[in-house]
């Protein structure tokens, strides 16, 4: 089982890299944006995986800190680009 | 260590010392700013990796919500490209 | 039963880091913005939702809060995106050559009507 787990993480772990190639590359602000949205649900996501394979369920609360305050840095970027804020 | 750990924990170091790179180098600041957050979150996942989990709760609350509005407003009453010299 | 559950857990499990891998992927190759913010969020919120679950079907005593992580995202995720998609349109960011846009107009008569 543990070869599951290293197949999973390597996957996961892919789709970081591809989302961090977005971030370095994009032209504009808002794909930068987009790229930072999709690797903080790829953190929440890695998260709650690893606390599985370290077998602690304390460690669950970070990972639901990061999905209830994860979008609050996105949506004020996203205000500051409009205009509003 | 187990070799998930490695992985995962060598994948974050890369990512948070490339990020502030590219936040020191930006003369956008709102660049500076989104690599900033992506520092936070990198150093998040460590903090996680080495059995601190309180530690990456703070870091998470502080780093991705608080640090992007202060400085977002900041950069709202200011200017929003740095001076070339 | 408890062997059922594992073995679901597995399927779900796998199946999240798939649609994780294909939009990170989507956003590495798209070409447009507006496409590049649809594989981004969608197909992982998809992706992070049943990994989620599959950890949770694998220990069914993490159950209940698992569920709690699956509400808050799918409340969070899509307001996110939402919002830079405003942001952009409001930006004047211009989709690919052959979009068909009907709110252009609309929108530019309401700033005039701001305007004045």
Do not use: C
């Amino acid at each position: 089982m543990n070869v599951f787990f290293i197949i999973i993480m390597g996957i996961i772990m892919l789709a970081g890299v591809f989302a961090v190639i977005r971030f370095v590359k994009g032209p504009t602000t808002a794909d930068r944006v987009v790229a930072l949205d999709n690797l903080s649900t790829i953190v929440v996501a890695t998260l709650i995986f690893m606390g599985f394979v370290f077998q602690r369920f304390i460690y669950i609360d970070v990972s639901l800190i990061y999905a209830v305050l994860g979008f609050i840095g996105v949506l004020t970027i996203a205000r500051y680009l409009e205009g509003g804020i | 260590m187990d070799t998930i750990t490695l992985l995962l924990l060598f994948f974050s170091l890369i990512v948070m010392i490339g990020a502030a790179v590219y936040a020191a180098i930006m003369k956008d600041l709102i660049f500076a700013t989104i690599g900033t957050s992506l520092i936070s979150l990198a150093l998040s996942v460590i903090f996680y990796l080495l059995h601190a989990p309180d530690v990456a709760l703070t870091e998470a609350a502080i780093g991705v919500a608080l640090s992007t509005i202060v400085f977002i407003i900041a950069i709202r009453n200011t200017k929003r490209y740095e001076d070339e010299k | 039963m408890e062997t059922v559950l594992l073995y679901l857990g597995y399927f779900f499990v796998s199946l999240g880091a798939a649609f994780l891998f294909l939009g990170a992927f989507g956003i590495f190759r798209m070409p447009d913005f507006y496409t590049r913010l649809q594989a981004g969020t969608k197909s992982s919120t998809l992706g992070a939702m049943s990994l989620i679950l599959g950890v949770g079907l694998m220990q069914p005593e993490w159950f209940f809060k698992t569920l709690i992580i699956i509400i808050f995202i799918a409340i969070s995720n899509p307001i996110s995106s939402h919002a830079l998609a405003r942001g952009a349109y409001k930006t004047h960011q211009k989709p690919l050559t052959d979009t068909i846009d009907a709110y252009e107009e609309v929108a530019e008569e309401n700033d005039n009507k701001k305007e004045e």
